[in-house]
Structures are given as C-alpha cells and as structure tokens.
C-alpha cells in the first residue's frame, strides 16, 4: 500500500499506522523540510541499492535532471560518496546554478569533449526521459550502473542494444521503506547543514484552515517548475 497511490493519501481525516512504521524526527529540524522527507528517502532507498550493485569504479557518478528530484538525489550522492565527483546535467542554468553542492554542472546540449561516467542516476521523467536515458547510454562506461528515478506516463524507448554490447546494469526505484525513513533522518542528523540545501527548494509555505486553501495550495503547485509547495496545517 501507497498513500495518494494505492490508497487514500493524508488528506484523510485519520490515518492509521503501525507504530514499527514510524521513525522519530530530531526535536530542531525545520518541519518545512521535513514534510517532504519521502521523497529524499526514495533517493536514498536508490542510492543504497546502488551501492549494493555497483562496481566500485566510482570516480564520477552524474545526475541527469535538474529538478527537485535531481537536486536531492545528487546532494545525498554528494554525501554518501564524497570522494566521487558528482556530475549533473540540465537543461536549465538558472537551475543548475542552485546544485552548488556539486562538483561540475552542464546543459545537456554542451557535454565536454570526451566525458564518461562510471554510473548514472536518471532524474528527469516525463517527455524527457528517452532523451536522458540515450544520452547517459552514449556516455557511461561499460559495466556501470544506470538507476532509473523518473517517472513517465507513457512507455520509454530504451536503446537495448547498447545495454548489451556496453555489460550495463539497469534498476527502478520508486518507493522506500522505514530503513530508508531511518538512513534519512540520520543523515540529517550527521550532516544538518542537509537540512539547509534541501530548505532551498521550498518555493512556498501556505497555511491551511480550509479546504478552500488546500485548493489553492495544489493550484499554486501547479503554476511552477522548480520547487516544493509547503502547506502548514492550522486550526
């Protein structure tokens, strides 16, 4: 079961969980960043899995996407794997000047001469993925890893034939679980000044009395690019 997938979301008037499901918040943390924790744990239920799979050539590890969810995903790749350079590409430098975490940023369309990497993450989703998707396929090294994070409503073509002339591994990952809750919060624990790189993707904090401001919270949602809309619940 999936809240707002498989199932009612939280937007239910009771919501009933086992307690073993639950993993307790530092007492300081920002409850804005923190309300969207979920989807940081789906990076770091990715990014584990990576390193369970991947060879250890990881010298350069690149993110494509320069949205919430490569911003987050490439931040915790930053951490988790300090020694490697991590990479992201974009199609916006506005966008990409925010990855300030990040050892070198680029517009998909203005790759340097000869780059490789040794594993990809794909963060882009939508219309955009069988590009990504190509793109990394050319440029990764053989034998690497490709994890697949975005999300499309139609199906994505996939150059198989590279995949197998390159030995290349390829894995999903949508969901998490409470390790991943857990591995999570206790990197913001170690790392805090986490908490202030993700705080950078709160585009609005809206404060709901009714159902009339939840509308109008999920509107505003949807007129922007970049970003997470908050919504703070008062009585």
């Excluded at 809750?181 to 202030?196: G, W």
Aim: glycine share 8%; charged share 25%; aromatic share 10%.
């Amino acid at each position: 079961k999936f809240c707002g997938s498989s199932m009612d979301g939280f937007l239910q008037e009771f919501v009933e969980i086992s307690p073993k499901r639950l993993v307790k918040l530092p007492d300081d943390i920002d409850m804005t960043v923190a309300a969207f924790t979920e989807i940081v744990s789906v990076s770091v239920h990715a990014i584990s899995r990576f390193d369970k799979i991947a060879h250890n050539r990881r010298d350069t590890v690149s993110v494509w996407g320069d949205g919430n969810l490569g911003y987050i995903t490439s931040l915790f790749l930053k951490y988790h794997f300090p020694k490697s350079k991590i990479v992201v590409f974009g199609t916006d430098a506005n966008k990409l000047a925010d990855f300030t975490f990040a050892d070198e940023t680029h517009l998909v369309n203005e790759v340097p001469d000869g780059f490789t990497t040794d594993h990809a993450f794909e963060c882009v989703g939508g219309n955009g993925s069988p590009i990504a998707i190509e793109q990394i396929i050319g440029l990764i090294k053989p034998e690497g890893t490709i994890s697949i994070l975005g999300v499309s409503e139609y199906p994505v073509p996939i150059n198989t034939r590279m995949i197998l002339e390159k030995g290349l591994r390829v894995f999903g990952s949508s969901r998490s679980g409470v390790k991943d809750f857990a591995k999570t919060v206790e990197m913001y624990e170690k790392h805090p000044e986490i908490i202030d790189y993700l705080g950078n993707l709160i585009s609005s904090v809206n404060t709901v009395r009714t159902t009339t401001d939840i509308k109008n919270a999920f509107e505003k949602d949807t007129q922007k690019s970049f970003g997470k809309t908050i919504m703070k619940w008062e009585e």
